[in-house]
């Protein structure tokens, strides 16, 4: 199951995007992390909400964040609601074990952009790449 707000298609441009991975399961680490490689992006890779934020406060951004829910210290919920309040414009895909209906729309009401039951495939990634693509090209366009 996937929530998320209207998705369009585009071809894949070229950039140097910049990637967070936020998750507390090193398998489910390594995964994101290298289907993001596959890519050609270089991600950082945290363990947890806190990590993610203190990153933000040290004045880091990303284009992209992927954001498990369920995370000891800080949760998925609780981060993506802490960076929005800190101003955070970075597309933000939440991924959850726990693909309820109920419980993605609770995430997504946080401030993510996408939810998606995890792991991520390489097609899940390639459409995000894709909308991230197509969200920078209307700004760019406005």
């Given amino acids: 199951m996937v929530l998320g707000n209207d998705a369009s298609s585009s071809s894949l441009s070229n950039k140097n995007l910049s990637v967070l991975v936020v998750d507390d399961d090193p398998l489910i680490r390594m995964?994101?992390?290298n289907y993001l490689k596959h890519f050609g992006l270089k991600p950082l890779v945290v363990e947890n909400g806190k990590e993610a934020v203190d990153?933000?406060?040290l004045g880091t951004s990303f284009d992209l964040i992927l954001m498990d829910k369920e995370m000891p210290i800080m949760n998925g919920v609780e981060a993506t609601k802490a960076l929005?309040?800190?101003g955070a414009t970075s597309m933000i895909v939440g991924v959850t074990s726990r693909g309820s209906p109920s419980e993605?729309?609770?995430f997504m009401e946080a401030g993510l952009d996408?939810?998606?039951?995890k792991p991520l495939t390489f097609d899940m990634i390639d459409f995000i790449l894709k909308e991230?693509?197509?969200n920078d090209d209307d700004d760019t366009n406005n």
């Fill in 31 to 33: 995964l994101h992390d």
């Fill in 84 to 86: 929005r309040d800190m």
């Fill in 132 to 134: 991230l693509n197509v």
């Fill in 114 to 117: 996408f939810c998606f039951e």
């Fill in 104 to 106: 993605m729309q609770a």
């Fill in 55 to 57: 990153l933000f406060q």
